[in-house]
Nanobody
Framework: QVQLVESGGGLVQAGGSLRLSCAASGRIFSINVMAWYRQGPGKEREVVASIPSDGSTNYADSVKDRFTISRDNAKNTAYLQMNNLQPEDTAVYYC????????????????WGQGTQVTVSS
């Protein structure tokens, strides 16, 4: 089993910053892609940013130049640095990881964290 635990959410004023963390633990051989998604009030879940194991990054147009995704492979942890936050960034942010499990078989499976609330006041 693999667990993803997010932290770092909270309430911030417009223009402020937050840093989210996502720590993966359990029977992990390796992690392919780590990504951050968000789901705002009354909206569908959308991908915010992703980072494969090679360190390349991809961003949604709405967060380019404001958010930065990174990862520490040794710690199985991904981060999302969010700057110049705006009220429209208010959402529950979820971490997702595509994990290759340790042990016989090396199965591949996608895992989700429980989510962390980010609220941006105007």
């Amino acid at each position: 089993q693999v667990q993803l635990v997010e932290s770092g959410g909270g309430l911030v004023q417009a223009g402020g910053s937050l840093r989210l963390s996502c720590a993966a633990s359990g029977r992990i051989f390796s992690i392919n892609v780590m990504a951050w998604y968000r789901q705002g009030p009354g909206k569908e879940r959308e991908v915010v940013a992703s980072i494969p194991s090679d360190g390349s990054t991809n961003y949604a147009d709405s967060v380019k130049d404001r958010f930065t995704i990174s990862r520490d492979n040794a710690k199985n942890t991904a981060y999302l640095q969010m700057n110049n936050l705006q009220p429209e960034d208010t959402a529950v942010y979820y971490c997702n990881a595509e994990v290759i499990s340790a042990g016989f078989g090396r199965s591949k499976r996608s895992y989700w964290g429980q989510g962390t609330q980010v609220t941006v006041s105007s």
